[in-house]
T-cell receptor, first 116, second 114 residues
Framework: DSGVTQTPKHLITATGQRVTLRCSPR?????VYWYQQSLDQGLQFLIH???????AKGNILERFSAQQFPDLHSELNLSSLELGDSALYFC???????????????FGAGSRLTVL | LAKTTQPVSMDSYEGQEVNITCSHN???????ITWYQQFPSQGPRFIIQ???TKVTNEVASLFIPADRKSSTLSLPRVSLSDTAVYYC???????????????FGKGTKLSVKP
């Protein structure tokens, strides 16, 4: 258990629908990152939140949105779903592994979204 | 953030040492080098991090030459369970964890054969 909790683990839905993926970061971590990984593809950075504020955006579609709440959990909202949105969605929070080192990402187990 | 370049794939046999090199020609003074391992359908996990010279932990070693324009992840005596994708990331040490985007490249797919 990495300490980063993602729900749901699996989700099957139809095109045109909307879903919400949830992420609870490790205790004490203020940053949450969201990534999308399609079949046999690399990790695509979507968005980063730090202590409730959006810090960076990657290749996130306009149909997707996210937020981080005061308790630091984050939600990724995917709407008007298309077949191509089927993927693993990971969230990660940052931790300082080494004193004086750079922050390290700790990933959750992911949410597998299947759009039919 | 500095862009990284890694081989797309590598093959090895059980018991061999595997070295995966990552190029990061534009690495900045404050950048650290971090390696992650990802198994299918799992999130990546931290392997090792370094700034210069050599770092070793119970899993791997990381060699960083003086110019820091590349780094080499060394996995001693690999086993079948080391078959995974390995990513190299270069990024700043920032206070408070407020880093911007952390971009993963395509990584190196390591296949270990019996």
């Amino acid at each position: 258990d990495s300490g980063v909790t993602q729900t749901p683990k699996h989700l099957i839905t139809a095109t045109g629908q909307r879903v919400t993926l949830r992420c609870s970061p490790r205790s004490g971590d203020l940053s949450v990152y969201w990534y999308q990984q399609s079949l046999d593809q690399g990790l695509q950075f979507l968005i980063h939140y730090y202590n409730g504020e959006e810090r960076a955006k990657g290749n996130i579609l306009e149909r997707f949105s996210a937020q981080q709440f005061p308790d630091l959990h984050s939600e990724l909202n995917l709407s008007s779903l298309e077949l191509g949105d089927s993927a693993l969605y990971f969230c990660a929070s940052t931790t300082r592994i080494l004193a004086g080192g750079a922050n390290v990402l700790t990933f959750g187990a992911g949410s597998r979204l299947t759009v039919l | 953030l500095a862009k990284t370049t890694q081989p797309v794939s590598m093959d090895s046999y059980e018991g061999q040492e595997v070295n995966i090199t990552c190029s990061h020609n534009n690495i900045a003074t404050n950048d650290y080098i971090t390696w992650y391992q990802q198994f299918p359908s799992q999130g990546p996990r931290f392997i090792i991090q370094g700034y210069k010279t050599k770092v070793t932990n119970e899993v791997a070693s990381l060699f960083i030459p003086a110019d820091r324009k590349s780094s080499t992840l060394s996995l001693p005596r690999v086993s079948l369970s080391d078959t995974a994708v390995y990513y190299c990331l270069v990024g700043d040490r920032l206070n408070g964890g407020s880093q911007g985007n952390l971009i993963f490249g395509k990584g190196t797919k390591l296949s270990v054969k019996p």
